[in-house]
């Protein structure tokens, strides 16, 4: 039987943004009595909770600072045997959640990530996140100890969620990354990649961006590192081979090892500055 899946998506003044997501999301290839989507309008002051209510979908409001908070308000609002997550900067394909969900789904599988690709490759920062890989699970997956899913493209258990007690809330980086963990820790289920079930993402389109997102993943190691220290380890062979990659990049041109510099010197920074918490001023994306 086709499961029933909710789809949350948190939004930020991200009326740019909305009507790519609400066209994909509307065309998503999905029974529509078996899907519910749920946008969770996060204090926008653009007109985004405006249009996305014009488009006919259901928009939910939390006050609470952050992405976590807003996606904690759309579960309680949740009625699927699934819970699926992207982001308002995303374009799921048509055959994201046939591919996604697709049977079988062995019991000990909590959460399924799939593929995050570029929606657009128009800048050269854009194309060196893709080509680099940033933000792709088949890269990030397998990065440390244990897999970590980024909310771009997941679906998770809706009562494995509810018996985790859903995102922690208090962070504004990372608490996708935090769950995936806590999930396989406390409760022993596992997370499965479909590489064939993609979302788009609109990756960053300028310098200033990216030192930005560097920025913002340094903190998420920072609260990480905090929470998981016996688990979330820093091995100095890895930054010699982050080094190195500069180093390397330097053979294929001058932008290469810039934007390697801005990634992993913003990261630095980040991760001097400490985890980021809610109330705290956030980065500008």
């Not at 920025?215 to 609260?223: K, N, Y």
Request: aromatic share 8%.
């Amino acid at each position: 039987m086709t499961p029933s899946v909710s789809v949350i998506v948190p939004v930020r003044n991200a009326a740019g943004d909305l009507p790519r997501l609400l066209a994909a999301l509307t065309a998503l290839d999905w029974p529509g009595d078996r899907l519910q989507i749920l946008i969770v309008d996060n204090g926008s002051t653009d007109g985004s909770r405006e249009a996305a209510a014009a488009a006919g979908v259901r928009v939910l409001e939390e006050r609470k600072r952050g992405a976590y908070a807003a996606r904690n308000r759309g579960l309680t609002e949740a009625t699927g045997s699934w819970v699926a997550f992207t982001d308002a900067d995303c374009a799921p394909r048509p055959d994201w959640l046939r591919r996604l969900l697709a049977d079988p789904i062995p019991d000990e599988v909590g959460a399924i990530a799939g593929e995050v690709a570029a929606l657009e490759t128009t800048t050269p920062v854009q194309r060196f996140v893709e080509a680099r890989g940033l933000m792709k699970h088949a890269v990030t997956l397998p990065h440390k100890s244990l897999p970590g899913f980024s909310t771009a493209n997941v679906a998770v258990r809706r009562d494995v969620l509810a018996g985790l007690g859903g995102f922690r809330d208090d962070v504004l980086y990372f608490g996708d990354m935090e769950l995936a963990w806590r999930m396989q820790i406390e409760t022993g289920l596992g997370v499965a990649f479909r590489p064939d079930a993609v979302v788009l993402h609109r990756h960053r389109r300028d310098r200033a961006a990216l030192w930005r997102q560097g920025v913002q993943h340094g903190r998420g190691v920072a609260f990480m590192k905090d929470t998981y220290p016996d688990r979330y380890r820093i091995h100095a062979r890895e930054q010699m081979t982050r080094l190195a990659g500069i180093g390397a990049a330097s053979t294929r041109g001058w932008r290469d090892p810039l934007y390697l510099a801005l990634w992993y010197g913003g990261m630095t920074w980040g991760y001097l500055r400490g985890p980021a918490r809610v109330g705290a001023v956030e980065e500008s994306r």
